[in-house]
């Protein structure tokens, strides 16, 4: 796909495994936009759906796969021959279509369809040749790999490779794999996998410990050069890694993390809203990046220190992902410079006595309203005129 070392693919799967997030359902036409905005910014694969899955799911892909600019358009199959049959009727109208097959390899998730490694290992040698027969770009994924024997792990991955897999995705299903662990499991995989020079991993991580970021960034260092994210976090349970931390960490951070992606990152606020808006989930205040509070300020030392100079307390820029400006949030945490600077940004020209007096009032209103808007501060000007 790219022939920089250092270039991470962004496979988005917002609208595949984000949407398996229980009540984020989307329709049709909210899919549509929302694979239009990630193709937009520049993501470089959209997980479109699983087209088996129901015909609403194979409609969409279809359409989002005719329709897409530049981004490949995957869709997810199970290692079924028909699974796979129907993802390739759907993503075959793409420019660049991709079939992404898997199968559960850990013991636990072998008992389930109860195969043996021995069968397991000719479904897998089975149904990656049948996908590649169908389809230039095949991705394989051994499910709940960070839980897999190593062995056998090594093992199912070298079949793919050998039928003709060009992605090679490590998933962390159940969100259970530490940073550390991580980048071993990629290096030992590269290091030991004959063929594996010849592939992209890929890591998919859950994030029911909270380490979907660090355990994605931490497998990109070991070499993993797609990482698979979704916008807001959102998907199964605790959800998956955040599309804007990875690529945001890489980008703030890439004195220490000195590799590339496609994604313009000032569209990031846009997308997140209307992931926010069409699956029902509120963004959390305090989510990095794109949470409400991500860049606002309260308390006096913060909002002083940033009205002489941003970079004491902000490490990346608001316009950088796509908001405006900073919130300088006005609260009983809050000084006299920052009480001054908002009410400058009203109209209202204050003398030191001036701006002592209307302190005192602010402060008592502050210590009744968890947060003081620009209402109450015109409210609380005109008062103070009536009463001089
Ligand atoms: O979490 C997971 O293992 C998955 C696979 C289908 C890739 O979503
Ligand atoms: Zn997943």
Known sequence: MTSDPNRVIIFDTTLRDGEQSPGA?????????????LDEMGVDVIEAGFPIASQGDFEAVSEIAGRAKDARICGLARAQVGDIDRCWEAVRHAARPRIHTFIGTSRLHRAIPNLSMDEMAERIHECVTHARNLCDDVQWSSMDATRTEFDFLCRTVEIAIKAGAATINIPDTVGYTAPRESADLIRRLIETVPGADEVTFATHCHDDLGMATANSLAAVEAGARQIECTINGLGERAGNTALEE??????????????ETGIDATKIMGVSRVVSAVSGFVVQPNKAVTGKNAFAHESGIHQDGMLKNRDTFEIMRPEDVGLSETSIVLGKHSGRAALRSKLEALGYELGDNQLRDVFVRFKDLADRKKEVMDDDLVALMQSGERAA
């Open 246 to 259: 990875v690529v945001m960490a890489m980008k703030v951070r890439h004195d220490i993390m000195p590799f």
């Open 25 to 37: 359902t989307m329709t049709h036409d909210e899919k549509l936009q929302i694979a239009e905005m």
